[in-house]
Each structure stands twice: as structure tokens, then as C-alpha cells.
């Protein structure tokens, strides 16, 4: 038989002669909506001993919450609308975990996370299956070469056939697929997991309990008439891992480290089953810190000893209290220590870095050192945005953080005229964040707002009434799409000055066309052949 595991480095080797930077795995986890993704993300902080019980920080008292869903409007609807990011350790490796959001109307806010790691977590419900924003997301990991784990959730509830289901993964997405463990039934005839990579079953000691008692195996044919499992269930759990085995191709490290191989790990994260495996598996084959591309081709390397990184979120109002405003960076070489200025290549200046936190979701601790791989937080007050780089030293710039041109376009009005200043603070805020387009028409006074999807315009009103006191409600606008300008300057203020009541300009004061159809649209690039309409635009 096909030993799958046979290139499987052990679960939990050496780790305290690694350099600092070699013991991190930085991820995310991606996955449609309703996928699991969040209880995910809670016991894996739970099976690494982070947490005591979900949603209760271990080290701080019971009363301190670290759901990762922390905004209202989140916890109101069970989604999550925002990335968060949480550090814990376990076996001396460091895991910064980016929960991202599964709804699609957020996939800037997804899309620039996804920037920011060196693995990710495809999240799959065993019932339904590859869905269209697993899809898209898994594209976006493609086109970044990030390698992927993927958990099949949800075995304790009736759904597809673990072989079928992933032939249907390895067909859509054209992804090798090594399973490394297995389930021993689906629904309610869930009895427990096969670990492939430690040759053992895991089982429950009583109906739908934890998976505490484990059976130790040679070949998955030792398993055959396990005591407290039906033989039914028991042999066609072990004939269908046979098959699975021989057909699938081995685990191969470099196959998966290329994006081309995902290793698989069938559990129920509401059940803690798996969980634990699959942390085990991001320990043990999980990359550690990889080189970033900069402007210029330059490769920065994680071993250098200059400190580099970049902003890829900031956040306002995490703590409303105290009305801060945290911007996300992700290290990608040195050594950070607390107190240390760096350059900020997009304003030309130094500056220092006084308190920079590590985060466990909302909750917050000052961070004295921090290496390349680590995520952040560097409190501020409108000095860093989205696609700054930071460095000691040498002046970089890091690529590849996008604006993505709005889908839906809203005209926005005060319900108080009084408390424009508000507004218009508040939408600079929403706008640095990646929330919004904020976008400012010409010949029009009211600040248009620009989204991805619906749902967008829903968390902002939200956000605007609860963090800033400031009511707002929508008007349609008679615009369907919006390009940036690009060109010769003087090409550009002629193309403004004749259609002024279509042009607007954005948070950086970039040149904005409002098109009222795609027909319009054609027609203005057919027209002005010198100027560029584009839908992206490079941050930083």
C-alpha cells in the first residue's frame, strides 16, 4: 500500500536551534461563508492551550471574551465583516492566525490578508462542497503560490462521501490532494478519525464525546473490527482510505510548499475533532517566513538583519474607548525591537515605534521584540495607511496591495447637518481601514461612497452611528462604475474639465471617472486614447 505520510517531517521537531524567524507560521483561514471558519479559528486557540474555554482568554480571567468576531454588528449576524488577528505558541512554535472574512461583499479586506501570510487554511463544508467564494479565494492564494491545508469540516453531519468529495476539490480547483487523516463515519455515524500521519485512530469513549481514546496501527487493515465502532462503519471507513491511498499521490513537501499539493484533514471544529491534528500538521509543515518581492527587483530575505515590513490593515475603533486607531504590519526581516524608528517611504520621514502591540483578537499586550513573520500593531493617528512600507535604513517598498475599483456606488447624507466635520472624519477613517471608496465629485458637495457588495454599506452606516455618533442614510447615485485616470497630466485635466459632472477624486486626490454605464465607460476609452480607465489601483 501507498504510504502517504512517507515524506511527513515529525509533528513536533527540534525547534529551539531554529533562528527566531524559522519558528513562525503565519496564516489564514479562508473559506465561504458558514464554513466553520470561526469556531475554527477558536479551537485551534483552544487545542494550542491559548484558551481554557472557547472564548475565554486562558491567562487574563474568564471575563476577558477573544472571539475573534469582536464588532457588534458581527456577533449580531454570526459573520465576520473584518480580518482579526491572534498570536499564541504551542511546542515553540509562534502561530499568527488571520481570521479573514468568508462573506465576499469583503474580499478587499480578505485579498490584502492574504498578502500578509505565508500559508492558508481552506475551510470546507463536508456537506456542500467547493462554494464560489472558496473558489475565489483559493484563485487569490494560487496567484500569490501560498501553500494550502485544507479541513473538511462538519464529518459529524451527514454529507458528501470523503472520496468523492475530494475528487470534486481536486477537479475544480486542479490541486493534489493528500489526506492525512480520515473519518471513521459521516453523520450519525460519526465514530472518530484515522490519523494517517501518526498511524493511529482516534475515537470517543462515549457517544458524540472528545476523541481521547487512541488505537495505534501498522496498516489501516489492523483497524478492521476496532472494539466499540460497528463493523459496517469501521470497514468502510478503512476501504475507502485504502483506495484513497492508493490512487492519491504521497505527501510531497516541495509540492505543497510550490501551492501545487494540499494536505487534508477531515474533522468537526465544533466537535474539537482534528483540530488538534491540523495544528500539529501547521507546525510541522507549515513554511516559515518567506521572502517578499520589493519594488526594483528586490528580494527581501527574512534572515537580513535590516528590520522591513508593511502595513496591510489598519483598524479604527478597536477599543472605542479609548478611540485609537491601529495600523497591521507584517514583518518581513530583522529583528523589531520596541522603541526602534523606522522610515516610512511614502512620507519621507522617520518615525518612532513606542508601543507596538501583538494582538489576541481585540485584546492587546505591548510586544518589546518581534521577528520577520510576526503581525504588529503600531497605534496611530492618520501617519500610516494601507501599503506603507517600513524600514531601518534602506528605503523599500513592498508591492502588491490593491485598491479594487467599487461595484456599488451611494450618495451620502446626513441625517444632522450639524455634524459634518464628524462625517467626513469618519469616512477618512472607513476609507484608510478599506471599508470604503471614499470618493469626492466634483460638482457635488456629498461625499460618494464606493463598496464591493451590499453588506459593506450596511456595516458602515453601523460603524458610523455606533463609533462616531454620526446617522447617515443612502441615495442611489446615477453612477454604475468608477475607473482611476491615469496619463499625462495635461491629458488627464482636459479629460476633467469637459466632463466634470462624471469626475471625481479619491482619499489620495487620484482622478476618478464615474461612468452612468458601461457603454459610456467604452466610449471614454474609445475617445481618449491617450488616458487609462483602470479598475486597480497600487497602494503605497
Not at 139 to 152: H, M, Q, S, Y
Not at 309 to 315: A, D, E, I, T
Not at 444 to 453: E, K, N, R, S
Amino acid at each position: 500500500m501507498l504510504d502517504s505520510t512517507a515524506s511527513l517531517p515529525a509533528a513536533h521537531a527540534e525547534t529551539t536551534a531554529l533562528p527566531d524567524f524559522a519558528r513562525r507560521r503565519t496564516f489564514a483561514i479562508i473559506s465561504h461563508p458558514d464554513a466553520g471558519k470561526t469556531t475554527l479559528t477558536e479551537k485551534l486557540l483552544l487545542a494550542s492551550g491559548a484558551i481554557r474555554l472557547a472564548g475565554h482568554v486562558k491567562a487574563r480571567g474568564e471575563r476577558r471574551r477573544t472571539r475573534s468576531d469582536w464588532m457588534e454588528i458581527e456577533q449580531q449576524r454570526g459573520i465576520s465583516v473584518t480580518s482579526s488577528v491572534m498570536t499564541f505558541e504551542k511546542d515553540g512554535i509562534v502561530f499568527n492566525l488571520l481570521d479573514t472574512p468568508g462573506h465576499s461583499d469583503f474580499s478587499e479586506d480578505t485579498y490584502r490578508t492574504l498578502s500578509a501570510v505565508d500559508a492558508a487554511v481552506m475551510v470546507i463544508d463536508v456537506a456542500k462542497g467547493i462554494e464560489s467564494q472558496t473558489r475565489k479565494l483559493f484563485e487569490v492564494c494560487r496567484l500569490r503560490d501560498i501553500p494550502i491545508f485544507t479541513f473538511v469540516n462538519k464529518v459529524d453531519r451527514e454529507g458528501l462521501d470523503p472520496i468523492a468529495l475530494m475528487d470534486e476539490v481536486a477537479s475544480t480547483l486542479a490541486l493534489d490532494l493528500t489526506p492525512l487523516t480520515w473519518p471513521i463515519g459521516l453523520g450519525v455515524d460519526f465514530r472518530g478519525l484515522i490519523d494517517i500521519a501518526h498511524k493511529r485512530a482516534l475515537l470517543a469513549t462515549e457517544r458524540g464525546g472528545p476523541l481521547t481514546r487512541v488505537v495505534p496501527y501498522n496498516e489501516p487493515e489492523d483497524l478492521l473490527g476496532l472494539d466499540g465502532v460497528e463493523e459496517r462503519i469501521i470497514t468502510e471507513a478503512v476501504e475507502s482510505l485504502t483506495l484513497a491511498l492508493g490512487v492519491l499521490p504521497p505527501f510531497d513537501l516541495a509540492a505543497f510548499r510550490e501551492g501545487h499539493l494540499s494536505p487534508v484533514y477531515f474533522g468537526s471544529a465544533l466537535k474539537e475533532a482534528g483540530v488538534a491534528e491540523l495544528l500539529d500538521g501547521l507546525g510541522a509543515v507549515g513554511p516559515s517566513p518567506l521572502p517578499r518581492a520589493a519594488a526594483g527587483e528586490r528580494t527581501v530575505e527574512p534572515a537580513e538583519d535590516m528590520v522591513s515590513g508593511f502595513v496591510f490593515k489598519v483598524q479604527a475603533n478597536m477599543d472605542p474607548n479609548h478611540r485609537d486607531r491601529v495600523a497591521f504590519v507584517r514583518l518581513c526581516s530583522g529583528r523589531f525591537k520596541r522603541g526602534m524608528k523606522l522610515f516610512n517611504a511614502r512620507e519621507k520621514r522617520q518615525m518612532a515605534i513606542a508601543n507596538p502591540i501583538f494582538f489576541f483578537a481585540q485584546e492587546r499586550e505591548t510586544v518589546d521584540e518581534a521577528v520577520a513573520g510576526d503581525i504588529i500593531g503600531i497605534p496611530n493617528h492618520g501617519m500610516l495607511r494601507v501599503g506603507d512600507t517600513l524600514s531601518e535604513g534602506e528605503t523599500i517598498r513592498f508591492e502588491g496591495l490593491p485598491d479594487f475599483a467599487p461595484e456599488i456606488l451611494r450618495r451620502v447624507l446626513l441625517a444632522d447637518p450639524m455634524k459634518a466635520k464628524q462625517l467626513l472624519k469618519a469616512l477618512q477613517d472607513m476609507a484608510e481601514e478599506g471599508v470604503v471608496q471614499v470618493l469626492k465629485p466634483l460638482t457635488d458637495p456629498a461625499p460618494i461612497v464606493g463598496v464591493v457588495g451590499p453588506l459593506q454599506l450596511d456595516v458602515l452606516a453601523a460603524r458610523l452611528e455606533k463609533e462616531y455618533g454620526v446617522p447617515i442614510r443612502y441615495e442611489t447615485t446615477s453612477y454604475v462604475t468608477a475607473r482611476w485616470i491615469t496619463g499625462e497630466r495635461t491629458e488627464v485635466e482636459r479629460f476633467m474639465e469637459t466632463s466634470r459632472s462624471a469626475c471625481a477624486r479619491d482619499r489620495d486626490e487620484a482622478p476618478v471617472y464615474l461612468a452612468r454605464s458601461q457603454w459610456v465607460l467604452d466610449r471614454a476609452i474609445e475617445e481618449w486614447p491617450k488616458l487609462k480607465f483602470t479598475n486597480v489601483k497600487e497602494r503605497g
